[in-house]
């Protein structure tokens, strides 16, 4: 049975599913959101907080709004794209319905530590669309592959560009840690091509179904690179306009390549694995980033705050209303797999013949 035999669907790929959600609130969790909390506790007491709220309250407040237009638009966008990627399967969900997903899930990624939103992803995925978690898990970690490679390269060209003769070991370490992510995506990748069509024999059936799955997740059709490759120029597009309208609403002007530069390491931290999106560590790399370009430090402390409020806080708030009304949205949760098991499964057949007597 091979991974892009279209005669196949999801189904077929790999043995039944529970529907238990996987584990989000364990002992990895409340210990990430602990160390995110002490470490944002810390940066408090080194900041201003009366000057902050001045600074916020004195901004340009359409700048920031445009920015949180831009920023926010990316997720119907990231829904189109992922659409795409799982385009070849036979999938079940409206575009916006994955971007509804794409938005509550990042939102679970802001809370929980180790990018667990992304399991939580696949668990909405098998719930909502109809496909199988390990599917799922496949088109999104191609996805996560295209971004890592692309946060890096242009952190790597807007780092060299602005530190021409020497690199700040801050920015040096930020850039290491996001080239050990993409080679580990990568590494993991590898295998997964080199066996593309046929699988070792000395590979267990259960676990050749599961990759088998996996792999027809993460492989698009032909005919859609295109659209995601667009979707994902549009995408950094619009990260890129939040950053400078961010930047304008404190009067801040900085070069495309500067913009580039405050967009991407912070990113890079955001793979920090231990809090949940790096947080913590994002706080203080987009602060030291504002100040390595000669940013004051009231100005970066407040640009620094108003960018999390926006970006994290905001989205863990709203991802709670979405919860709150996701019977008005469509959007089913674990809390709802009994009802959608009767649906998966679909109405009783016929009754069956009468028992031999």
């Not at 000057?51 to 445009?66: E, G, R, S």
């Not at 990316?74 to 997903?101: C, D, I, N, Q």
């Not at 004051?296 to 863990?316: C, E, F, G, K, Q």
Request: charged share 15%; net charge positive; hydrophobic share 55%.
């Amino acid at each position: 049975m091979s991974a892009n035999d279209p005669n196949k669907t999801v189904a077929d790929l790999a043995p039944p599913e529970t529907h238990n959600m996987p584990g989000l609130w364990g002992v990895q969790t409340f210990l990430g959101i602990g160390i995110a909390l002490a470490l944002i506790g810390w940066m408090i007491t080194k900041i201003d907080l009366k000057q902050v709220w001045l600074d916020i309250v004195a901004c340009n407040k359409w700048y920031a709004f445009v920015g949180f237009l831009a920023h926010y638009a990316t997720y119907p966008v990231r829904g189109m794209r992922w659409k795409r990627a799982l385009g070849h399967m036979p999938v079940e969900g409206s575009v916006s319905k994955f971007g509804l997903v794409v938005f509550f899930y990042n939102a679970v990624d802001n809370v929980v530590p180790g990018k667990l939103g992304d399991l939580y992803a696949a668990h909405l995925a098998r719930i909502n669309f109809r496909v199988r978690r390990t599917t799922a898990l496949g088109s999104l970690f191609f996805l996560r592959l295209i971004d890592a490679w692309i946060v890096l390269v242009l952190a790597v060209l807007s780092s060299f560009l602005i530190f021409r003769d020497t690199l700040p070991t801050s920015v040096a370490w930020g850039l290491i840690g996001g080239l050990t992510l993409a080679l580990v995506l990568t590494a993991i990748l590898t295998p997964l091509v080199i066996y593309r069509k046929s699988l070792p024999n000395w590979v267990p059936k259960t676990m050749r179904e599961v990759i088998e799955a996996f792999q027809a997740g993460m492989w698009p059709a032909r005919k859609q690179l295109a659209a995601i490759g667009g979707l994902t120029v549009t995408v950094w597009v619009l990260e890129a306009v939040w950053t400078l309208c961010l930047m304008l609403a404190f009067d801040l002007k900085f070069s495309v390549v500067e913009i580039v530069f405050l967009l991407q390491l912070p990113l890079l931290a955001s793979t920090f694995p231990l809090t949940p999106s790096g947080a913590g560590l994002v706080e203080a790399t987009l602060y030291g980033c504002l100040r390595l370009l000669g940013v004051a430090h009231p100005t970066a402390a407040s640009v620094t705050v108003l960018n999390r409020l926006i970006d994290s806080w905001l989205h863990i708030w709203l991802g709670l209303v979405a919860w709150i009304f996701r019977h008005q949205l469509g959007l089913f949760s674990w809390r709802e797999r009994s009802g959608l098991l009767s649906i998966i499964s679909g109405p009783p057949g016929p009754p069956g013949p009468p028992p031999a007597t």
